[in-house]
């Protein structure tokens, strides 16, 4: 594995050279990114966040505001919170370094077992198994693991924690994320080409696409709600910030009605944030989160230039909106109601 590493690694910009150690602010950074997002989606966003915050002091010492904004686009915003979050934990506890250990890792916010043990094994040269999707796409189908996920997932780490080496733990792990990113991908994998073609379980059953296997997936809830969209003459929006805490928590949002389950949901305008003509604009806004659909009808109001913001409220004009932490909900929701 080590060598066909050495021969094919993709070189990433978080990555040290084949048996060397990378910064372990990079190895944090870089894999708090990648949760449930592809490599090509995180490059320009980690190369943004070490220009602007270089290291995890640097991190530390800005406002959530600022971080939420430079990740926006980026989805999953909870990410970019337990981000800052650590990152002032180990300034304050560690001086700025990170433990070197999966124990004191995983005693730092929004470290999991999953990056604690990549930190571990790739900035630290420790005997360590980070089992992420790809590492777990791998493993289940080199042992043809027939328990379906998620319940395999115990069996499964145990069986990658066997086989990571004593020497160059962290190339190991980086070489079975990159197996399964280049050739043991989930359709149509490679085999002919794969290093462990000859010791794979799977292969030898002729259906290696077959594993992992995974349990049904239930369908996604939907819930609903209405979005009040004021623009004023010069062009700024109404906007407002979430609460710090829950869903999007410290986003810039449009102010809405609650996002009830779908059918359920009252009367909208008691829940307009101050008296205008509101009128409902044709269509609605979708978008699918992790774990429910949404769909939100739309409502415009004109009003003039001079018209103040209600309290806890403040009108953006366009050319400021990438200074705000917009998810993309609230993009797709702008460009319906035309006000970008």
Same mark, same amino acid.
Request: hydrophobic share 45%; net charge positive; with cysteine.
């Given at each position: 594995?080590?060598?066909?590493?050495?021969?094919h690694?993709?070189?990433?910009p978080w990555?040290?050279?084949?048996?060397?150690?990378?910064?372990?602010?990079h190895?944090?950074?870089?894999?708090?990114?990648?949760?449930?997002?592809?490599?090509?989606?995180?490059?320009p966003y980690?190369?943004?966040?070490?220009?602007?915050?270089p290291?995890?002091?640097?991190? !530390?010492a800005?406002p959530?505001?600022e971080?939420?904004?430079?990740?926006?686009?980026?989805?999953?915003?909870?990410?970019?919170?337990?981000?800052?979050?650590?990152?002032?934990?180990?300034?304050?506890?560690?001086a700025?370094?990170?433990?070197?250990?999966e !124990?004191?890792?995983?005693?730092?916010?929004?470290?999991?077992?999953?990056t604690?043990?990549?930190?571990?094994?790739i900035?630290?040269?420790?005997?360590?198994?980070?089992v992420d999707g790809n590492?777990?796409r791998?493993?289940a189908?080199?042992?043809a693991?027939?328990?379906?996920?998620?319940?395999?997932?115990?069996?499964i780490?145990?069986?990658?924690?066997?086989l990571?080496?004593?020497?160059r733990?962290?190339d190991?792990a980086q070489?079975?994320?990159?197996?399964?990113?280049?050739?043991?991908?989930?359709?149509?994998?490679?085999?002919g080409?794969?290093?462990?073609?000859d010791?794979?379980?799977?292969?030898?059953?002729g259906?290696?696409?077959?594993?992992?296997?995974?349990?049904?997936?239930?369908?996604?809830?939907?819930?609903?709600?209405?979005?009040?969209?004021?623009?004023?003459?010069?062009g700024?929006?109404?906007?407002?910030?979430r609460?710090?805490?829950?869903?999007?928590?410290?986003?810039?949002?449009?102010?809405s009605?609650?996002?009830?389950?779908?059918?359920?949901?009252?009367?909208a305008?008691?829940? !307009?944030?101050?008296?205008?003509?509101?009128?409902?604009?044709?269509?609605?806004v979708?978008?699918?989160?992790?774990?429910?659909?949404l769909?939100?009808?739309?409502?415009?109001?004109?009003l003039?230039?001079?018209a103040?913001?209600?309290?806890?409220?403040?009108?953006?004009?366009p050319r400021?909106?990438?200074?705000?932490?917009?998810?993309?909900?609230?993009r797709k929701?702008?460009?319906h109601?035309?006000a970008?």
């Amino acid at each position: 594995m080590l060598a066909w590493y050495d021969a094919h690694r993709r070189h990433l910009p978080w990555r040290a050279g084949p048996g060397e150690r990378a910064d372990p602010y990079h190895v944090f950074l870089s894999e708090i990114m990648l949760q449930q997002t592809t490599v090509k989606a995180v490059i320009p966003y980690f190369g943004a966040f070490l220009a602007r915050w270089p290291t995890v002091r640097h991190l !530390a010492a800005a406002p959530l505001e600022e971080v939420l904004s430079q990740w926006a686009g980026l989805g999953y915003y909870a990410r970019a919170r337990n981000l800052h979050a650590c990152a002032k934990a180990v300034s304050a506890r560690h001086a700025g370094r990170f433990p070197d250990d999966e !124990a004191a890792l995983l005693e730092l916010p929004g470290i999991g077992p999953y990056t604690a043990a990549a930190i571990s094994a790739i900035a630290f040269g420790r005997k360590a198994s980070p089992v992420d999707g790809n590492i777990e796409r791998v493993v289940a189908r080199l042992f043809a693991v027939a328990e379906p996920l998620p319940g395999a997932k115990p069996a499964i780490r145990a069986l990658a924690a066997a086989l990571v080496p004593d020497w160059r733990p962290g190339d190991f792990a980086q070489a079975m994320m990159d197996l399964g990113a280049t050739i043991c991908t989930p359709r149509s994998p490679a085999c002919g080409i794969c290093p462990l073609m000859d010791d794979c379980a799977a292969r030898a059953q002729g259906d290696p696409a077959r594993f992992p296997e995974k349990a049904a997936k239930a369908e996604k809830p939907e819930r609903a709600g209405t979005a009040f969209l004021a623009v004023r003459a010069d062009g700024a929006v109404l906007l407002r910030s979430r609460p710090e805490k829950g869903l999007l928590g410290g986003m810039t949002e449009v102010p809405s009605t609650p996002w009830e389950p779908k059918g359920k949901a009252g009367d909208a305008l008691p829940h !307009a944030p101050l008296a205008a003509p509101w009128r409902p604009l044709p269509g609605a806004v979708r978008h699918v989160f992790t774990h429910f659909a949404l769909e939100l009808a739309v409502w415009r109001a004109d009003l003039p230039a001079t018209a103040a913001a209600p309290a806890g409220m403040r009108f953006v004009l366009p050319r400021d909106f990438d200074r705000e932490a917009l998810p993309s909900v609230m993009r797709k929701l702008l460009a319906h109601g035309r006000a970008i």
